[in-house]
Structures are given as C-alpha cells and as structure tokens.
C-alpha cells in the first residue's frame, strides 16, 4: 500500500514535470520570435537512416528539455513511417539500421529522456486543437509490427542502466517512464516473449523498480498470459512479502481461472498473519473481491482465523504506553497509534463493502460466527463484523444480527471481555458504527434474559466513556427513555447503568443532568427501590460540583417539600426517599469514601444548615405516620450504614435518636401494673432476671393498645393536630437506626445500648394462644400483631448484637434466636384462628401487592375432602374395566410432609384443622442481615440436651437447637436463590410486578453476587459441620433399625427438624456452586477456595490440590452422604448437587456414578417419621427428577427403560394393592403415572438421537442402528401393552400422546433404514415390524375406547394418531416395493376392540363376517394395520380397517 502511493505520487510528479516542460516550450515557442535559438535547443537534423525516417514520416527531434514534435497525426505517422520501411530500397537491413541509428541516439540521457515523453504538436494554424494529447515517440514507434520486437528488446536493456540511479535533477524516473511504453498496447507481436522478459527483469530489479513493473502488469500483457503470470506472481509472493500489496493490486484485475484464483487465495491466507499493518486492507479486500456461492463459508471462515486483530493493535499500544511513561517521542508515539487504528479502520471499511455489495460474503459472515460454539474461539472481529452487517443492513436484516448476538450471549459464548476489547482497542472503529450500537443496547436491554440485558448495559457504558460529547448525550437520552417506559426490568438496569456512570465520571455525567432530571416527571411508575436509585444519580449530579449544579438543587428542593406534604402516603414516601438521599449527597465526606468525587468541596456552614433543616422538615413530616417514620427511620440507617457522613451530621443524628428512643419505647421494669388493656399485660422473654429491679421494659402491648384505640377513633389525630404518633410499626426501624448510629460513632461498641438486648417486652399471657378461638375478634387481631412486632423485634435485636464476641452476648443472642422460633410457632396457631387478618408492614421500601391467604376453617376443609372423595368415586365407576386402583394418578394427595422450619403450617388430617405456613408472611417480617449467619458456627445439640434450657433462665452455655438452625438455614437458603443466579439466561418477567419477590430483600440488595459468595464461603465449614451431624443423626436411627430410618418411639418432630436441617444444608451447597458466576475466570480462586473447603473435609491434604483433584476429591465427599439420605427431595438435592459438581470437571467416571447413586435412591423406601411412607405431589415431582436423572445419565437408556418396564412393573402388578415393586419399592400403584410418564418422554427423546439410516452405511452400523431399533420397539410394545392393565385415564392420555411422537419419529428415521436394509437383514426387520404392528394394534383400540368414552382430553390425540398409522401401512408398502416385494402386501378387515380386546359391540353386525378377522397369521408373515376414515358419522359408525401382511419369501 506504501509502494502504491509512491507510485501514483511520482507519477503525478512526472506529469507535474511534463506539464511543465510543456509549458516552458509553449512559451519559448511563443517568444521565439524575438530570441534566438541555441544549437542545444534546436533540431537535430543529421543524414542518419533514424532521423531520416522520422522526419519523413513526420516526427521532428529536438534537443535539450523541448519535446519532439510531431507534424502529423499519430496514426499517419506511424503508417508513412511503416510505409517508408517496407518500401525502402534496403528492407529489410533498413529496419536494422534504423534500430542501431536509435541505439546511438539515445545513448544521451536527454534525448531518451525526450523520447519517452509525450511528443510535442507543431501548431499551424487549425491543426493545433485537433489532437490535447500525443504520445511519446517510444511509444509510437512499438505501435508498429516490424519495430516493436526490436525496440522492446532495446528497451529491456536500457532499463538496468537507470535501476540504481539516484533522483535525477530533473526527478523523471527513466526505469518507470520505459515500463509505462509498454502500457495498452494495441497489439504485442510476441507475448510470450514479453511476459519472460518482464519476469527477469523483475527477478533482478530493486524492490522500488518491482513494485512498478508488477503494478503494471495487467496493462501491459495480454489476456492469454494471464494467468502464467498470475502463478509467477503467487510464487513470488511467498518468497518476499514486501511485494504483498504490488502483487495483489495486480492480481486484482489479471483475469485468472477460477482454480489457479483459489490457490492464490489459499497462498494469500497463509501469508495473512505476516503482513505488515499498512498491507493488510490490500490483503483483506483481494480475499474478499472474488468469493463466489460455492466458496463463500470457507473463505471468510479462513479468513476469520488466519485474522488476528490483537496482535495488530498491542504494539502500538505499547509504543504509546512507552511514549507517556517516558515522554520520549510522544508524537511519535501517538502517530503511529493512529496509523494504526487507520488501517485498521481502512480493513473494516473494505469488508463494510463487501458485506454491503455482496449477499454471499454478508451470509458467509453470518454463519462463520454462528458455527463458533465456545467462548474462547469468538474474536473481537466477530463483534465488529456484526456492527457492520447491522449498519449495512442491506443484504443482512438487522434482526438478524441481533437474534445471533442474544443468541451467543446467552450461549455465553460472546461476554463482556470481548465488548471492552473491541471499545477500549478498536474505539475508531465502533464509534464510525455508533447508530448501530446504540440501537444493539436497546434492543438488548428489552431481552428477557438476565446475561442480554448485563451486555447491554455494558455497550452503554462503554459508548459513554469511550465516545465523544454527542454519543454520551445519545446514551444519556437512550438511557432515560428506557427509565421512563414503564417495565420494571427496563428501568432498574437503566438506572443502574446510570449509577455506574455517575459514580465513575461524574463531571462528565454533569453536563447531561437536565436530561435526567426529566424522570422526576415520571416518577409515579417507578417504585421506591428505583426512586431511591433516582435520587442518588439527581443528588449526586446535583452536589458533586458546587454551585454548577444549583439549578437541580433548587429543582429538587421544590419536589420534595412538595412530595413531603402530600396526605397521600405515595408521594409522601417518595419525599421521605427523596430528601434522605439529598442529605446523604450534602453530608457525605469526600474523606471516607472513594466513590464520592474527588473534587467534592468539604461541608459548609450553610450545607450543614440546609442539611439540618432538611432533615428536621422530613421528621416533622413523618411523625404522625406511623408507617412514614418508620420509612424515614430505614432510610436514614441505610444512610447512617454507608459510614460516609459529614462528623458534624453524624453527631447531630446520634444525638437526637438515643434521646427519641428511650423516650418513646422504653420504661422502667415494674412488678406490678394495672391491666387497662384488652389482653392481660405480662412482662415476658426477661433474659437478665438478676437485674430485674432496676430494669427496663420495651413497652410493647401498651403502646399497640394506644395505637390501635387511636386509629380507630375517626378523626382523633386530626383534632390532635401537632402531637407525634408512637406507634410499635417503627420501633425496630427506629433501633436498627439507633444501633448503627453506635456503631458508627463508638467503632463498633454497642455497651450504651446492650441492656437492649436483655430486656424483656410487655406482652400478655401467652397461655391464651391455646384457647385462642375463644378469644374476640379483636383480641385475637390484637394478638397476632403483637407477635409480629415481638418477632420483629427479636429479629432486629439478632441483627444488631450478632457481631459481638462476647460469650455472654452470643449466649443471649442464641436464645432470642430460640425466642423467635417459640414465637413463630404460637403466631401460626392465632393466625389460623384470625381469617381474614392483614398484618403490621415491616418492610416500609416496598409495595406490597399480595394480601396474605386467607385461612379457611376446618369445615370447609373437610368438605374439600369429601368432595374430593365424591370425585373419586364416581371416577372409579367410570371405568369398569380398570384393573387398579384409580388413585395411583387422579387424587392430588396431600402434599409431601418435606419438613421446613414451619412443621406446623401443614394439614392436620385428624383433627380436622388447617394451620398457615409463615413462609407466606415473609414480607411483614424484617429482614435478617447476613452477619446473622455467623450463629451457625455454634453447635448443634438434640432436643433432649435442650429439655433443661427451654426455661428463661440459662444455667450454663447454649448452643444453637434444630429449630433454630432451620430458622437459619431457611433464611440463608432464600438469600443464596435471590442472590446466586444458577443460569445466566434466567427469564425477566417485564409484565409481572417484581415488587414481591424483592421484598425483604433490601439490605442484602446493596450486596454483589461476588460479595455474597465470599460471605458463604467462610460458613462453609460450619455448613459442612451441621451437615455431619444431621448424616450422623439419621445414620444412627438406622444403625438400630437395619439400614432403615424408622424413628418410631423417638421424637417425631426433632427427626422432621433434622431432616428440614439436611434438605436446606444441601440445597444451599447446590445453590453456591450451581451459581453462574463460577464460569468466569475473576471467580476461579472463589470456586478452588470453596472446593478446596469440601475436599479438606473428606482428606485434609499437605499441599495444594489442582481444580480436577478438588472436583474429584468433592464428589467423593458429597457422595458420602447418599446413604442416609431421609426424604426423596433431599435425595434429588443431592444428585444435582452432584451433577452441578461433576458439569465443571473433566472426570468421565462422574456420569456412571451419577446413574447408580440416581438409581440406589429409586431403589429405596422413602419413610416418614410417622412411619408412613412418603407421598403426595412434591414426592411425584422428586421422584420425576430423579428417574430423569438415572435414565440421562446410565449407559444405555433403552435397556434401563426395558428393566423398569419388564421387571419392575411385574413385580408391581403381582403385589398387594399397596404394594410395590421388589426391584424399585419407588414404583408403587400411586407413582406408576410417574414412571411411565418418565419412561414414554425418555423413549421419544432417544429414538431421535438414533441417526437417520443412508445408503452410505456400512453393514456394521446398519446392523447398529437395527439393534437399536429393535430395543426400542420391543420397550414401546411393553409400555404400551401395559395401558390393559393400568387403564386410568392420565395413564392413557401420555400413550397417546407419546405415541404418536413415536410412531413419527420411526417413519421419519426408522423406516428410511428399513429400505436399505431389507435385503441384507430380512428376518430383523420382519422382527421389528410384526412386534410394532402388536403395539399399533393397541394404539388404535385406545383410540375407540377413547370415541367411545367422549373423553375430550383424550379425543384430541386420535386424528393425528390415527394419521399417522395409516401413513405407517402405506409406508410399509413403500418400503416393500422399493425392495420389489410389493406382492406380499396385502389389505383385510379388522374389528374395533376396547382395551382389553373385547369388541366393541356399538357397531352393526355384519352376516359376512361370522369369523374371527383376527386369526392368528404364521409366525413368518408380516402384518400392518390402517383405520380407514370414516364417510359419514351420521349415516354409519361402522369403521372398516385394513391390514397387511408379508407371505413367505418365494427366494
């Protein structure tokens, strides 16, 4: 490319020279009339032949710088010139002594020179405007035949005169001006000559002389020598590569064969990874500028390998990265970068043309980076490529390009590594494809996938910090519209990206403020969790830069106030949000947090005022709502929490809330106090008794009395006017408040407000919780809500003293955790006792949507029982010929007694009652900080070790209880789901309010997955300690009952407990490394520190283990566990624990291991601890999970899929009616929908892996392929046979259903190998037809019994079922004539039957069918059969079918 803009620069200087040669002559010309000329300048007239001639024909030579002039027009001249030869007395030696007469007059360097330029015209008269241009008299005179070959031979040898040359004083090149007479020549006499010529002078010339002649190659030879020229050149190629762009720009127009253009190519692809940077757009756009249909994918797949764009741009990088460190040669250093990034942009735009001009080479593209299917194949140029072909969007539809984007990022394929190196190495690039960026990231921010929107975002944030002034106000108004369209995914990652941009470049945020400040227009669709994102970016922006950023201060103050004094609860919240973000903006101390900005000036008096005042304005706002308060308490500890506030705002705090507290909530601990309220008063839950006489009271039930009595009197509060509301709903918010501001102020020591945690409440007799159905209406209203507030108080007392270490602390902090489970545990009593009752808000920052379950009394449970009976019932009359009991599919029976922390929230079946599960109120309770999980590190005791410490007065160290460790664990579970994504394509759903599931949520919002996992990682040892023990608990039980749980005559409910324990335990490991943050490589030492906890636990090792060890030496120690496994859900935990394990090693071994553990668990009897065994619908469900589980992961489907069938189901059969299979005691008369259902998917699913048969097939895998077909349709005639004796109608609905996927499947893979096997393996397919013509015999009597039932469900199933066996008849007819069998297919009658072969007696008897169609036909005779369709349904019911049958071979 360097070589080509010399050239085209000293061609213009040559024609800058001519020109002005020219000129100089014009005018010497002009004034020749007055000078007189110089015998250097004047004619040369001598008596040579050469002269002669040439002025005879008409060409007059001149010396010094005047041109030759010519008198005549080209072409005569050059004929009296060949005329005068030819007719000369001595032709032909006269040709010979012409040459030598120009071999001795050009010996002079001028006067060649004056040959080879363009002639001069000699002007008289008109004649002068006839002809701008002439050519040189070399030219002219290799324009004729009999002087070409000799004058080009001259030539050739003048040229190594001039090679080596310096610039002449003059600056014509010679060598380039005598390669330019060989241009476009009208006829080359000998061609073949000329091209060996042109080959040896190019053999032998310098590097600058080369580029020339090669460049002018397709000028001078003719079409015919093309492409020997062309294979010269490609070996020249090879051998130096400084002729890359010489050469290409020659092959480039050389018409070449279409098999020497691919071997060029192919040479040309090899040499890609060499060439220089300048060379490579050249390079880029000869690969690109012939590529045909044929050829396309393989050219642009090579050309997309051998491409390596990194290794282009790191040196210049480092060139620059040199340049700034040392300030050495900065422009220097910069140029070149740009140089690069030029070529680099200049490739781009070659291949932007080729994709807009060419549909071939845009679709190669398409599917070359769609064939990619890893992560560490995909390039930066696949990224940028796909910016092109959505901005060319011509021959490519942009939707296209961004169905295959969300694709690979869903994949995983294509991350966020890729995007930062295409912007931070390739930003000339991207920025030239901004629109095409820019419409990327908001179409892939509306994405239902979580990983879609996360690289959307990024391609926001990137474009704004890499891009100019007009892109970031493009991004900032994209970002904004997105906030304000109203979806709740949309908005929350927008705002995030907005986040991230302020917290990082917040001067550069500044100027677009006025574009986010339009949201406040829309905030009544943005929820409070997205209005306090709101607040931060408009605060920040607004603080960051003084007095730049008053306009917005002035703007906010205004919606605040006003939002602030709003009677409607809303915006009132949303002023509360607001104005504490905007104190945290005014007060934060730019000292102690990075994240502020750095210019951030130090706090003023009149900041510290308007701090103050808005401060005090939100408390005065707020105190007469209970709920408002409580907001504005949560906001300010979430504040308060940052640690970031201004000493003089912190103190200010502080100080006001210890005072508030202690006024409002607290009293002093008396004996005895008059009852004035609806429930008896009683001080409860005292943990320092001794301390009892100068004690405090949290003064609970009088306080909720008061509030309630005061809300209830219509109008009180208004009349009150000004006077503050206490109200129980604040008090934990108020001490979460209360405790932080400690903690900040004091360095973590809570000593001013330990008694706190001690101290008992004012309740009442918890004694009435047992006879709460005799309590009123009210009373019982009044007594749910003060367990909830005693939880929440508890809950947040846990929170505030978990962190201490000391041991008394940690003492008292384990039995409010057992506080809180007692509590629970009568709360569940009194709500089922209260329908209809709505409970006090905890969490203030949400909106709650979903009103707690109303709870039905026991009769309308009973009668949902009976009914449900009725239902069963009359289905069991239903079916007269069912052979089994109905109840194995169609009752949903009572749900799985899977035990939880709430044991108690289930169905009572004796006693009649319904009990609540509290898991549905988990919004009304406060949220529990992470720090909470540190109780798990204590030890685990039995219950009879707690018999002595269930009174309130400890005597000695306690230790955490079951009931409190599933507390726990409960609670750490759901945090690890919110949290811990296990798939990064996980749905969003934009239509669906996310309020719900984000409530109690808060705190650990403010947390990252990464920071999450490190916090799990440190419990992991005392996570794999409970585990031990609840393994050895249950081992226990069944080392005294032989290897079975049987917990009869020991504690029921500890043994639900500690199976609870077990179940969380492992769904919380399975949780931590099913997590898709473990796939990317800043989370590798996370995942080999977790590893590396577990394989310690198996083996504690000396040294380290690598990643394949530890994935090895994990398995082993989970697998430990599969023994004493107590519930089948636990059971399925464990397994995709495992599998989750085994997905990231390389270990072979893990998949069988994975089937037996799967299948040992089927194998098993799942008992309760009540002695019954296990079932109902989550029980189904496990059992579903694990029998998928085996039959993915064993050797051989077919053959497990045939022992369950032919062995397990016998068994079954031939048992009790509440038997079960001896092989598999899983497989009983109520799970056997289950596992057929199982087992029918199972089959479908892999029969289509089994390959379509070809002609091309060896013997062995036609012999293969055929076995495999015959076991899988040996297992369909077992399965469906099976329907005779298992005849329920859900039983009925999946054959159907799975039958007709079978039956399609085999005509569309089987029977294609059944056409070319025929011949070689006749006695193997009449095997595999006849057994599959018994099934399709039973196929089409359940699709009578389902016509004659009218059951619609099942109905829907028959007409495509019934399609496809009559296309199976006809198929089989096919294949047989394919084959030249067609005489042993033949058609006859066949009756309908219902399931159990009797026939159906609905349809007219018909005389000539006395005998049984049905007979038996001979063992070596093939038969098919087909249900015509019926005519008329009204005139007959009438059905006629057909089948067919091959006769004995006549070979």
């Not at 636990?1130 to 599998?1139: D, E, N």
Request: charged share 25%; aromatic share 6%.
């Amino acid at each position: 490319m360097v070589a080509k803009r010399r050239l085209s620069k000293s061609a213009d200087d040559d024609d800058v020279v001519i020109a002005k040669d020219q000129s100089t002559a014009k005018k010497s010309k002009i004034g020749g009339r007055k000078r007189i000329a110089s015998a250097e300048e004047g004619e040369v007239d001598d008596d040579t032949v050469f002269v002669q001639l040439l002025k005879t024909a008409g060409v007059i030579l001149k010396y010094g710088n005047l041109p030759n002039k010519l008198t005549l027009d080209q072409a005569i001249f050059q004929k009296k010139l060949y005329q005068s030869l030819r007719k000369h007395a001595r032709y032909p030696n006269v040709v010979q002594e012409f040459i030598r007469g120009m071999e001795s007059y050009i010996e002079n360097r001028d006067k060649f020179r004056n040959c080879l330029l363009p002639c001069g015209q000699y002007q008289e008269g008109e004649s002068s405007n006839t002809v701008n241009y002439q050519e040189s008299l070399i030219k002219l005179l290799l324009g004729i035949e009999i002087l070409q070959p000799p004058v080009m031979n001259m030539l050739f040898e003048k040229i190594p005169e001039f090679m080596y040359d310096g610039v002449p004083e003059d600056g014509i090149n010679l060598p380039r001006l005598i390669i330019n007479q060989f241009k476009w020549l009208d006829r080359i006499v000998d061609s073949k000559d000329l091209t060996n010529k042109v080959l040896q002078l190019i053999s032998v010339a310098p590097l600058e002389i080369q580029c020339d002649i090669i460049t002018s190659l397709p000028e001078i030879l003719e079409d015919a020598q093309h492409n020997e020229i062309a294979k010269e050149l490609n070996s020249l190629l090879q051998q130096n590569t400084h002729l890359t762009v010489s050469i290409l720009d020659a092959l480039s127009s050389l018409n070449l064969r279409a098999e020497l253009l691919v071997e060029v190519r192919h040479s040309v692809m090899l040499t890609l990874s060499a060439v220089k940077l300048d060379d490579l757009p050249v390079v880029v756009k000869f690969i690109l500028h012939a590529i045909t249909t044929a050829d396309a994918m393989e050219v642009i797949r090579e050309l997309r390998k051998n491409l390596e764009l990194e290794s282009c741009v790191l040196p210049c990088q480092l060139q620059a990265s040199q340049g700034k460190q040392n300030q050495i040669a900065k422009g220097t250093s910069v140029s070149r970068e740009n140089g690069s990034n030029d070529c680099v942009a200049i490739m781009f735009d070659v291949i932007k043309a080729a994709v807009r001009f060419q549909k071939v080479t845009a679709e190669a593209w398409i599917k070359a980076i769609e064939s990619v299917d890893s992560a560490a194949e995909h390039k930066v140029i696949d990224l940028l490529v796909l910016l092109i072909l959505h901005s060319a969007g011509a021959s490519i539809s942009k939707k296209q390009v961004e169905k295959l984007l969300r694709s690979k990022i869903r994949l995983d394929q294509i991350r966020d590594q890729l995007l930062q190196v295409a912007f931070r190495s390739h930003a000339l690039v991207v920025r030239e494809y901004f629109p095409s960026v820019l419409s990327l990231a908001q179409t892939l921010l509306r994405s239902p996938d979580i990983s879609v929107v996360s690289f959307g975002s990024q391609m926001y944030k990137y474009a704004f910090m890499m891009f100019d002034s007009y892109c970031q106000q493009e991004v900032v108004g994209a970002l904004v519209t997105h906030v304000c369209s109203g979806f709740t995914a949309e908005v929350d990652i927008s705002l995030d990206v907005l986040t991230d941009l302020v917290s990082q470049s917040s001067s550069a945020m500044a100027i677009y403020a006025v574009f986010v400040k339009g949201i406040l227009d829309y905030m009544d669709n943005l929820s409070p969790q997205q209005i306090r994102k709101l607040f931060f970016i408009l605060s920040t922006l607004a603080f960051s830069r003084g007095l730049e950023g008053s306009h917005i201060q002035d703007d906010m103050h205004i919606i605040i106030r006003k939002q602030l004094s709003s009677t409607i609860s809303k915006y009132k919240r949303i002023g509360i949000i607001g104005a504490v973000m905007m104190v945290g903006s005014m007060a934060c101390d730019g000292s102690k947090v990075d994240t502020c900005s750095s210019d951030l000036p130090a706090m003023s008096k009149e900041s510290f005022r308007q701090a103050t005042a808005l401060l005090e304005l939100v408390r005065s706002c707020s105190e007469h709502s209970p709920e408002a308060a409580a907001l504005y308490y949560d906001e300010m500890a979430n504040l308060v929490q940052k640690g970031n506030l201004d000493p003089q705002v912190q103190e200010l705090i502080g100080r006001s809330v210890l005072d508030d507290f202690q006024e409002d909530f607290v009293v002093d601990l008396i004996p005895d106090i008059a009852n004035k309220y609806l429930l008896p008063l009683k001080c409860m839950f005292n943990l320092d008794e001794e301390e009892s006489e100068g004690g405090i009271v949290i003064n609970l039930l009088p306080l909720l009395s008061n509030s309630l009595t005061n809300a209830s009197i219509d109008g009180k509060r208004s009349k009150q006017g000004a006077k503050k509301c206490v109200s129980p709903v604040s008090l934990a918010s108020f001490f979460r408040l209360l405790r932080l501001c400690e903690e900040v102020q004091h360095d973590g020591n809570l000593e001013e407000i330990d008694a706190l945690l001690g101290c008992p409440l004012h309740l009442t007799n918890l004694e009435l919780v047992e006879k709460v159905e005799s309590l009123s209406k009210p009373e019982r209203e009044l007594l749910c809500s003060l367990l909830f507030h005693a939880i929440n108080w508890f809950r947040e007392v846990v929170n505030g003293f978990c962190k201490l270490q000391d041991i008394e602390m940690k003492g008292k902090v384990l039995l409010r955790l057992q506080n809180i489970t007692q509590l629970q545990g009568l709360l569940e009593k009194c709500i089922t006792a209260t329908p209809g009752y709505v409970p006090p808000l905890a969490n203030f920052d949400s909106e709650i949507t979903e009103v707690p379950p109303t709870i039905a009394p026991a009769a309308v449970a009973k009668k949902r029982n009976k009914d449900l009976k009725g239902k069963r019932k009359q289905k069991s009359e239903g079916s007269k010929n069912s052979s089994t009991d109905s109840s194995q599919t169609e009752e949903p029976s009572e749900e799985s007694q899977m035990p939880t922390g709430n044991t108690q929230g289930k169905e009572n079946n004796e006693e009649g009652k319904v009990f609540v599960n509290l898991a549905n109120y988990r919004a009304y309770f406060r949220e529990l900080d992470i720090n909470v999980f540190f109780a798990l590190q204590s030890g685990l005791v039995t219950k009879s070790q707690l018999d002595s410490e269930l009174h309130t007065k400890v005597t000695e160290v306690v230790q955490l209880g079951s009931a409190e460790l599933v507390f726990l664990l409960e609670d750490l579970s759901r945090k690890l789901d919110y949290m811990l994504v296990a798939n990064v394509t996980k749905k969003i759903l934009f239509l669906k309010v996310k309020g719900d599931r984000d409530v109690g949520f808060s705190h650990l919002r403010q947390m990252t997955p990464q920071q999450l996992a490190q916090f799990t990682l440190k419990l992991l040892n005392p996570l794999c300690n409970h585990l031990e023990n609840a393994h050895n608990f249950f081992q226990a039980l069944m080392a005294g009952n032989n290897g079975v749980v049987d917990v009869l005559g020991s504690d029921v409910k500890e043994s639900q407990r500690m199976a609870a324990c077990y179940h969380l335990l492992l769904q919380i490991l399975n949780t931590l490394f099913a997590w898709c943050g473990f796939a990317q490589n800043e989370n590798r030492k996370l995942l080999k520190s977790a590893l590396g906890v577990l394989a310690n636990r198996l083996k504690a090792g000396d040294g380290e283990l690598g990643m394949e060890e530890l994935f090895r030496q994990t398995f082993r120690y989970l697998q430990n566990f599969q023994n004493t496994i107590p519930r089948c859900a636990s059971a399925v935990t464990l397994t995709q624990l495992l599998i989750v394990i085994s997905s990231r090693s390389s270990d072979s071994q893990c998949k069988e291991k994975i089937a037996t553990i799967a299948r040992g668990f089927l194998c098993q009897s799942w008992i309760l601890p009540t002695g019954e065994k296990e079932k109902g619908n989550k029980y189904n469900e496990a059992l579903d999970t694990l029998l998928c589980i085996y039959l993915k992961h064993t050797d051989d489907v077919l053959k497990s899929v045939e022992e369950i069938a032919g062995v397990g189901v016998p068994e079954l059969m031939n048992s009790t009616k509440e038997g079960n299979s001896r092989t598999f005691p899983t497989l009983t008369r109520q799970t056997f929908l289950v596992f057929y259902r199982v087992m029918m998917r199972v089959l479908d699913s892999s029969v289509k892996e089994i390959p379509s048969g070809t002609q091309s097939d060896s013997a062995e895998v036609q012999i293969e392929k055929l076995l495999r077909w015959n076991l899988a349709v040996r297992d369909f005639h077992i399965l469906v046979n099976l329907v005779k004796v298992f005849d329920s109608r859900p039983v009925l609905g999946v054959c159907l259903k799975h039958g007709r996927l079978f039956i399609e499947s085999f005509l569309k893979q089987g029977m294609p190998l059944l056409d070319y096997s025929f011949k070689k393996h006749r006695d193997d397919v009449h095997s595999l037809l006849k057994t599959l013509q018994l099934s399709t015999r039973q196929l089409h009597h359940m699709c009578g019994h389902s016509k004659i039932n009218q059951d619609t469900n099942l109905t829907n199933h028959v007409p495509l079922l019934k399609k496809l066996l009559e296309l199976f008849v006809y198929r089989v007819k096919a294949m047989l004539t394919i084959n030249k069998c067609q005489e042993a297919f033949w058609l006859g009658n066949l009756k309908n039957r219902d399931l159990q072969g009797e026939e159906i007696l609905t349809q007219q008897s018909q005389e000539e069918s006395g005998g049984d169609e049905e007979s038996q036909l001979p063992e070596d005779d093939m038969e098919e059969e087909v249900e015509e369709e019926e005519n008329d349904e009204c005139e007959s019911n009438v059905r006629k079918a057909t089948r067919d049958a091959e006769d004995s071979d006549s070979d």
